[in-house]
């Protein structure tokens, strides 16, 4: 059964910094690029960033470039982002999601073959 747990959210201010984390059970796990969204409600789902399999190619909403970093430890079937200096925008449900690759139209949400349940975050103005 394929599962994609997401971890880390929470209540912060602007300015602060959070660190959510996936955990992935699916055998691709490791060739798949891995992928992180987010929606608030009445809105569509929104990219944020993507990750290839090995790590070495990365991609970014232009709204979160340059404050939040995606990794992966495919030792650990791991997805992390780090979001620095959130800002009240950044409100949302985040979700892992996993793609067979890191190219075409990562930012289309049907693209994504497993997603997570998503974790609340909020920050506060």
């Known amino acids: 059964q394929v599962q994609l747990v997401e971890s880390g959210g929470g209540l912060v201010q602007a300015g602060d910094s959070l660190r959510l984390s996936c955990v992935a059970s699916?055998?691709?796990?490791?060739?798949?690029?891995m992928a992180w969204l987010r929606q608030v409600p009445g809105k569509e789902r929104e990219f944020v960033s993507i990750?290839?399999?090995?790590?070495?190619?990365?991609y970014y909403a232009d709204s979160v470039k340059g404050r939040f970093t995606i990794s992966r430890d495919n030792a650990k079937n791991m997805v992390y982002l780090q979001m620095n200096s959130l800002k009240p925008e950044d409100t949302a449900v985040y979700y892992c999601a996993a793609r067979t690759t890191v190219g075409g139209n990562y930012d289309s949400d049907r693209t994504y073959k497993y997603w997570g349940q998503g974790t609340q975050v909020t920050v506060s103005s």
């Open positions: 699916h055998r691709t796990f490791s060739s798949d690029a």
């Open positions: 990750i290839s399999w090995k790590g070495g190619i990365t």
